[in-house]
């Protein structure tokens, strides 16, 4: 039986100590992580089953149909006021004039009459305009004489205070786009058409899980040495906000027998697996040596930090991800190249996260050579000015650095340093939603 700290030598594919580990800032081995994202999308195969859902159950969810709208929104022409509607050609020039009140139009109540010069008909917020007219004035510009007559005030423009018929959406109009994940205003965009069901892909099914003796769940004890697993619970969050299935198998550990029967429930349950720790070229990590014999190994190291090594390939049917043990790395790795591809799973067109421009407050350190997300807080500043600054620790495993930024600062390869006073590149948390 094998020692689970000793690696076999089919598994020792190179020395040691002529690997690279996460501490290096250069490894002619890394990839970019530009071309890591690349590479990885280039491999990811969305899923194409398709489910038909009524509208609330299709939020988060990925259209796999354009909506194309049979009607016009608003189907009408109608008030956007409280007032009197008439003809604009009708409209006093320069003195207020006196007209005649020949019914009401309420919304869902049309007034069926005919409107002509000299007369106005009530009408009240979404109201269909009556025939004849095709401008509003508001009541407060508006002098009652009676419950037949009134007074309009000059200064009034043609067509104002009306919504025209299809203003929102024009009949045979694509509303929404095949690939768009739908949000809130996409249900009620929908509904306003009037359909109730929509095609969605089926959501992915993503399995996770952690590796590393050391781990232990939360309300366990701890003995010296041991921690409570965080990954598995960040990992669940970040899941969470997304269009996806979810499958928690736990914490696994650095066994090589272990992982290759977790890896096999996984491959045998998932679309897509995240593994964290065991990655890297310690005597206890296994994860990429035996996703090189279960499956097919594509990338490994990225010239990225925190967050090398990271490996990723295919398990089956399932692409795995290897990610690093460090929690921050975790989250990096995780919304730098896991997202982009379960985005790509889902069915969802390829979107481009939301990147700003903002003055940093803060000297940054880096060394060139490789790709850093440091954490950072972006505020608005006295003299009105969006800018950010960094967490004050960003060591990989200080996590709370990620619980207290509400933004991550992009520094690519050729960055050597940030002064106070320098211009950097930002992605919000918003836009990993
Ligand atoms: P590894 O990549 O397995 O070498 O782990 C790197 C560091 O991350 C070690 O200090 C681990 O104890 C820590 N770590 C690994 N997995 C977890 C986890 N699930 N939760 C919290 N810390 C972890
Ligand atoms: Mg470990």
Redesign the pocket.
């Known amino acids: 039986m094998q020692n689970k700290h000793e690696k076999s030598n089919t598994m020792l594919h190179n020395s040691i100590s002529t690997q690279a580990s996460c501490a290096d800032a250069f490894d002619s081995e890394s990839i970019t992580v530009e071309s890591a994202r690349h590479k990885i999308l280039g491999q990811i195969v969305p899923v194409d089953a398709i489910e038909q859902l009524t509208l609330h159950q299709s939020l988060n969810r990925v259209l796999a149909q354009d909506i194309v709208s049979t009607v016009n929104v608003p189907g009408h022409t109608n008030s956007a006021m409280d007032g009197y509607a008439l003809s604009g050609d009708d409209l006093p020039d320069t003195n207020q004039r006196q007209y005649s009140v020949v019914g009401t139009a309420l919304a869902g109540a049309p007034f069926k009459g005919q409107c002509i010069a000299g007369q106005c008909v009530r009408i009240m917020t979404g109201a269909a305009m009556p025939d004849g007219t095709d401008t509003v004035v508001m009541q407060e510009h508006t002098e009652k004489i009676s419950d037949s007559e009134i007074w309009i005030s000059s200064g009034h423009r043609k067509y104002q205070n009306v919504r025209q018929a299809g203003e929102d959406i024009s009949k045979d109009s694509i509303v929404l786009k095949k690939g768009h994940c739908l949000q809130a205003a996409d249900l009620g965009v929908i509904a306003s058409t009037g359909i109730g069901q929509v095609q969605a892909y089926r959501q992915p099914r993503i399995a996770f899980f952690?590796?590393?003796d050391?781990?232990r769940s939360v309300g366990d004890q701890l003995d010296t040495g041991q921690?409570?697993?965080?990954?598995?619970y960040s990992i669940y969050g970040m899941l969470r906000g997304l269009s996806v299935e979810i499958i928690d198998l736990g914490?696994v550990k650095?066994h090589p027998e272990d992982l290759r029967q977790a890896l096999k429930t996984a491959s045998s349950k998932a679309d897509l697996i995240i593994t964290?720790?065991?990655?890297?070229v310690?005597e206890?990590?296994f994860v990429k040596d035996i996703l090189e014999e279960m499956g097919e190994l594509h990338i490994w190291k990225v010239a990225m930090k925190p967050g090398r090594p990271i490996a990723f390939g295919q398990l089956g049917k399932a692409a795995f991800f290897g990610l690093?043990?460090?929690?921050v790395s975790v989250m990096t790795t995780f919304y730098q190249f896991v997202l982009p591809a379960i985005q790509r799973l889902s069915g969802q067109a390829d979107r481009t996260p939301l990147t700003i421009k903002v003055k940093c407050t803060s000297d940054l350190r880096k060394r060139a050579g490789r790709f850093e997300c440091q954490r950072g807080i972006l505020s608005l500043s006295e003299a009105d000015q969006l800018t950010v600054c960094a967490t004050s620790k960003q060591g990989s495993?200080i996590l709370t650095s990620m619980s207290r930024a509400n933004c991550l600062i992009l520094l690519d390869e050729k960055c050597d340093g940030i002064s106070a006073g320098d211009s950097v590149t930002v992605h919000p948390f918003s836009t990993y939603l």
């Not at 690093?324 to 929690?327: A, K, L, R, S």
């Open positions: 952690s590796t590393g050391e781990l921690i409570y697993d965080s990954n598995r914490i650095d964290t720790g065991g990655v890297s310690g206890a990590d690093p043990g460090n929690p495993g």
